[in-house]
């Protein structure tokens, strides 16, 4: 090989050397700050850039994508002196490559270190039950004092989130009594509730039992009412018939007897006789001492003397009619008259086929042993017999 073919390889090599120092290509979402002689020009965007060989420089490309940094969990300090490890991780994206090149040495560590003293600040103005329970309001914060450090590095913070605060374990043991306490509060509580509505419903219904209980009685009584009043009103139509049908009877019994007493044409003898048997009856009685004879009855006595015999030789003027019952009859024997042991009948005059003549008044003394009819005292207030008719 001769020298002038060396001598053309070497330029080209050289050339190719030159080329590829000169172009460059950006990737997308990727963004590169070009220096030349050390000072920055410009900021090359993706696609094709052709640089100035061994004058220009291209710094590291810079990923304009959002990141995701996660650190590990950091000890946090609260407002009422308890250590908690915070787990937090950061959303931020660079919005511009020459300020994120020139203005911050490392913008990722940068970002790390501001993130864990803006969340102990935060979380330190907190006691624990905030910090536990206040999580959104801890990023809101965080985002807002990030992204306003991260303003002239030119990046922009996302969104802040804490993953996890863990207490100490001896606090971790008390949240955990605090709670099943709660819990047994709030089952007690939903216990007793129930058991207060169940009552209230117990009541309700046993109320209601009652009502319609008291309402039955109610109708019971009302019906019952109303039957005895309808048996009362049958018995009264009943026993009002009865007395109406009895009266009756009664009235035509009182209406034949009389009929009968008129056909038959009592004289006088008959009613003192009939007098005479009522008296026994007016003696009758346990509670009567003794009993005094009225004048009716010596008078009704004298009656029957007088119109027994009369005078001696003297015809009674009952005697003279020429009815058959007045005619003489045979002597007649007086001994049962006055028998209380005989029925009512057997003691009459008609049923023994006797005369009022016959009855003497010496006759019926002399039968019951007497020379004279007995003196008998009766009450005071009893009242006298009927006056003969």
């Known amino acids: ?126 006691n624990l039950e905030q910090a536990l329970t206040s999580r959104d309001e801890i990023n809101s914060k965080l985002r807002g004092v990030l992204d306003e450090a991260t303003g002239p590095w030119g990046i922009r913070v996302a969104r802040v989130e804490i993953k996890a605060i863990d207490p100490p374990i001896s606090i971790q043991d008390a949240m955990e009594q605090q709670m099943r306490a709660d819990r047994n509060k709030r089952a007690i509580i939903l216990t007793a509730e129930g058991q207060r509505e169940s009552a209230i419903k117990t009541a309700e219904g046993q109320k209601a039992a009652q009502i319609l209980a008291a309402e039955g009685e109610k109708q019971a009584a009302i019906l019952r009412a109303e039957a005895e009043r309808q048996s009362q009103i049958l018995r009264a139509e009943g026993d009002r018939a009865a007395r109406y049908l009895t009266a009756q009877g009664q009235a035509k019994a009182i209406e034949t007897t009389f009929g009968a007493i008129h056909a038959a044409k009592p004289d006088p003898a008959l009613l003192a006789y009939q007098y005479l048997q009522t008296l026994p009856q007016i003696a009758k009685g346990d509670a009567n001492k003794m009993w005094i004879v009225p004048s009716e009855f010596s008078k009704a006595l004298e009656g029957l003397s007088r119109l027994g015999g009369g005078t001696e030789g003297e015809t009674p003027s009952w005697l003279a009619q020429t009815d058959e019952t007045n005619a003489p009859g045979p ?59």
């Open 1 to 126: 090989m001769n020298a002038g073919a060396i001598a053309a390889l070497v330029i080209l090599v050289i050339i190719l050397f030159v080329l590829v120092r000169s172009v460059r290509i950006v990737p997308q979402a990727r963004a590169a700050v070009i220096e030349r002689l050390g000072r920055y020009i410009r900021t090359a965007t993706p696609g094709l850039t052709i640089l100035v060989p061994f004058i220009d420089r291209m710094r590291p490309m810079i990923d304009l994508r959002e990141q995701v940094d996660s650190f590990p969990p950091q000890p946090v300090i609260t407002s009422d002196n308890l250590t908690v490890g915070v787990d937090s991780v950061i959303y931020f994206q660079v919005t511009e490559p020459r300020a994120a090149t020139y203005e911050i040495a490392n913008y990722i560590q940068a970002v790390e270190q501001l993130t864990i003293t803006t969340l102990r600040n935060v979380i330190g103005s907190l």
């Open 331 to 389: 002597e007649l024997d007086t001994s049962t008259w006055f028998d209380s042991s005989l029925p009512p009948a057997a003691a009459q005059p008609e049923a023994m086929n006797l005369r009022p003549s016959d009855a003497d008044p010496e006759s019926l003394a002399a039968h019951q042993g007497l020379s004279e009819p007995p003196a008998i005292e009766l009450p005071d207030d009893l009242p006298p017999p009927p006056s003969a008719i």
